[in-house]
């Protein structure tokens, strides 16, 4: 099995990056490879509500000049996600939002391609914002109909400089129980895939016409 862990980080070695090592090392231990995208630190344009996806439905989007395609393939092919996000402003970053937008939209225009993969998220924040992002990138796992596991708290480290999260020994704790958790959770998926519901079509309600 594998797991997607989404650095929403630029930086490649900060806070958001150790908080997924602390989860991909319980992961690791049974045996579950992870593969960490570096998103934060790509030049990503956000989603412009074209439907192209949509009308296509070949699972790419219609903006071409970064590598949204190729991660959205390799989200695909994993049998989880992870999503990491820092705050800078009481919220999910903005490349990580532009990230996260195209590609769960193009997964849904798609058929629902992380439909019933298991995904969580962390977060890392130096005071205050953290339940915001937490919760923002909880509703793309949602929305996606995909199993998230839990922890003994609500996923947010804290911490300022590279590094300091590892001060957080309760965050470290939540980090780690999760990646545990996640772990069984992938593993009782998989053993269960022929019992899996079937897909519904989704209906569509708009309250304005």
């Known amino acids: 099995m594998k797991v997607i862990a989404i650095n929403g980080s630029p930086r490649k070695k900060g806070n958001t990056y150790q908080a997924l090592q602390i989860v991909a090392q319980e992961l690791e231990k049974e045996g579950i490879e992870v593969e960490t995208l570096q998103v934060g630190s790509e030049k990503i344009k956000g989603c412009t509500g074209c439907n192209s996806c949509f009308k296509t439905k070949d699972e790419t989007c219609i903006i071409k000049d970064d590598p949204v395609d190729e991660f959205i393939q390799k989200m695909k092919a994993a049998d989880g996600l992870l999503l990491g996000s820092p705050v800078y402003w009481a919220?999910?970053?903005?490349?990580?939002?532009?990230?996260?937008?195209?590609?769960?939209?193009?997964?849904?225009?798609?058929?629902?391609?992380?439909?019933?993969?298991?995904?969580?998220?962390?977060?890392s924040v130096r005071r205050t914002g953290g339940i915001p992002a937490f919760q923002a990138l909880n509703q793309f796992l949602q929305y996606s109909e995909m199993f998230i596991p839990t922890s003994n708290y609500w996923n947010v480290l804290h911490g300022n400089r590279p590094g300091e999260i590892q001060q957080d020994e309760e965050g470290v704790q939540i980090a780690r129980l999760l990646g545990k958790n996640m772990a069984f959770l992938l593993k009782a998926v998989n053993a269960s895939k022929e019992q899996l519901p079937e897909p519904e079509a989704k209906v569509w309600t708009s309250f304005i016409r």
């Open 91 to 123: 919220e999910v970053n903005g490349t990580m939002k532009s990230f996260l937008d195209r590609a769960f939209y193009v997964a849904g225009a798609n058929n629902g391609l992380f439909r019933h993969k298991v995904g969580a998220a962390v977060v």
